[in-house]
């Protein structure tokens, strides 16, 4: 089984729905990061979460929120989207610790009409 | 703050040696990574490096120099396969960031 893995692996909506893209990991890390990644853009992080009662915003987290319901799990939502949302989302693990190996789960591409 | 610096796109001839080099500022810097992504594929780790020099994993191998704040990724007997974007993200006191990456096109 997978270490990380992410639902839906593809979603088409359309503006103004609410999204929500889940996240678990079996690695036991403390860690856990939502990504996204738009073409010539590279990745982007949007938000991230040392551990459970821990959230942060990243670098492009306008417009998301994001919940850490346990150690395995964390979701990311999209309260009223819109087309420019319209990206391959990752979600990642590690353990912060020693070489930090990310690990990514197959993504998730949103599709926002 | 953090920033890091890669070149956007590199094509080198099948068989073979390339350099992807980058350059970054990040507080708290500890190592850099390396990570490979395929065209439609999550990214995977490639290798670390925490110390200065270089680092051999087969046929690529990763360096460092942390006075520079400089690194690179040296794939060597390219392959078709190796075609693919390539990520440098340094590990400091901030989130792993991985920037824009470097698009590799490897040609016959």
């Known amino acids: 089984d997978a270490d990380v893995t992410q639902t839906p692996r593809n979603r088409i909506t359309k503006t103004g729905k609410r999204i929500m893209l889940e996240c678990s990991q079996t690695?036991?890390?403390?860690?856990m990061y939502w990504y996204r990644q738009d073409p010539g853009l590279g990745l982007r992080l949007i938000y991230y979460s040392f551990d459970v009662k821990d959230i942060n915003k990243g670098e492009i987290s306008d417009g998301y929120s994001v919940s850490r319901q346990a150690q395995a799990k964390f979701s990311l939502s999209l309260e009223s989207a819109i087309p420019n949302q319209t990206a391959l989302y990752f979600c990642a693990t590690n353990s912060g610790q020693g070489a930090n190996e990310q690990f990514f789960g197959p993504g998730t591409r949103l599709t926002v009409l | 703050g953090q920033s890091l610096e890669q070149p956007s796109e590199v094509t080198a001839v099948e068989g073979a040696i390339v350099q992807i080099n980058c350059t970054y500022q990040t507080s708290g810097f500890y190592g850099l990574s390396w990570y490979q992504q395929h065209d439609g594929g999550a990214p995977t780790f490639l290798s670390y490096n925490a110390l200065d020099g270089l680092e051999e994993t087969g046929r690529f191998s990763s360096f460092l120099s942390r006075s520079d704040s400089y690194g690179y990724l040296l794939l060597q007997e390219l392959q078709m396969k190796d075609s693919a974007s390539y990520f440098c993200a340094p590990s400091g006191n901030t989130p792993l960031v991985f920037g824009k990456g470097t698009r590799l096109s490897v040609i016959a």
């Open positions: 690695k036991g890390h403390d860690r």
